[in-house]
């Protein structure tokens, strides 16, 4: 079964402005409670529609007060079409002026298990060993069920219960094989949570995990709000 709430939109446009909603209270809490919001933003292209719109929502969000984390990277130079970081810096930190100083981009300029461990090392710095660790996590589902760059079939990967970051590699037809991940154990110690799923492709996969019928790495992250238009 789908562990957490699924809210079903008319739109791509519609699960980007309430996610844009949610964002914006979440960033607006935590800077009041703790003087900083910490978001790990997703890859692919579902997200873009959030990102142009979060570049316009100042100044309820504060970038100065905020920590862009990434929550998988494909290990390519931060320039090149396929990285996340890339697509971050055209929708979002380039439009919004969001500091360098806020941005904690994956090193994917070394080798990528070295780059895990890196980026694993980053985090353990910013983040509290126990307890509530990112404040919002912003996730993707590929029609196989991935998320993140844990992907079905990746037993190891998905089952990581020590690591916060680790190498992993994306199956054909996938872009650029190697990839680094945030782990389950670190995404299920946010605050939130939060899936934005579009496309009728995806539909299927999205049906049978609602249904329990099967639980793939998507499926494996704990009390999340699903924001879907499929
Ligand atoms: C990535 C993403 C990945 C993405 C899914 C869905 O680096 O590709 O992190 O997990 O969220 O592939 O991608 P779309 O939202 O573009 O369909």
């Known amino acids: ?17 309430h996610a844009a909603d949610l964002v914006t ?3 607006e809490q935590a800077i009041r409670d703790r003087g900083r919001f910490t978001l790990a933003l997703a890859g692919g292209s579902t ?18 007060r905020c920590v862009l984390l990434f929550g998988d990277e494909r290990c390519v130079p931060h320039d090149h079409p396929d990285s996340n970081m890339k697509m971050a810096e055209t929708t979002l930190t380039g439009p919004a002026g969001v500091p360098h100083s806020s941005i904690l981009p994956v ?12 980026y694993e090392a980053t985090l353990r710095r910013l983040l509290p060993e126990q307890g509530p660790g990112i404040d919002v996590v912003l996730l ?3 029609a196989d069920g991935h998320t993140l760059s844990l992907f079905p079939g990746d037993d190891a990967a998905v089952a990581e219960s020590q690591r916060w970051c680790i190498h992993t590699k994306a199956p054909a ?5 190697d990839r680094v991940t945030m782990t389950l154990p670190l995404v299920n110690a946010a605050r939130l949570r939060l899936f934005m799923v579009t496309g009728a492709d995806k539909s299927p996969r999205l049906d049978a995990i609602v249904a329990g019928t099967q639980t793939p790495p998507a499926a494996m992250v704990r009390q999340a709000t699903w924001l879907v238009a499929t």
Do not use: E, N
């Not at 997200?47 to 100065?64: C, H």
């Not at 090193?107 to 890196?118: D, I, M, N, S, V």
């Open 1 to 17: 079964m789908l562990d957490g709430i699924l809210v079903r939109l008319d739109s791509p446009d519609a699960v980007a402005a």
């Open 25 to 27: 209270q979440a960033c």
């Open 47 to 64: 997200p873009k529609l959030l990102y142009r719109l979060l570049a316009t929502r100042k100044p309820a969000l504060d970038w100065s």
């Open 107 to 118: 090193p994917t300029h070394l080798p990528p298990a070295q780059a895990a461990a890196a």
């Open 140 to 142: 993707g589902m590929g």
């Open 173 to 177: 037809p996938f872009a650029v094989p």
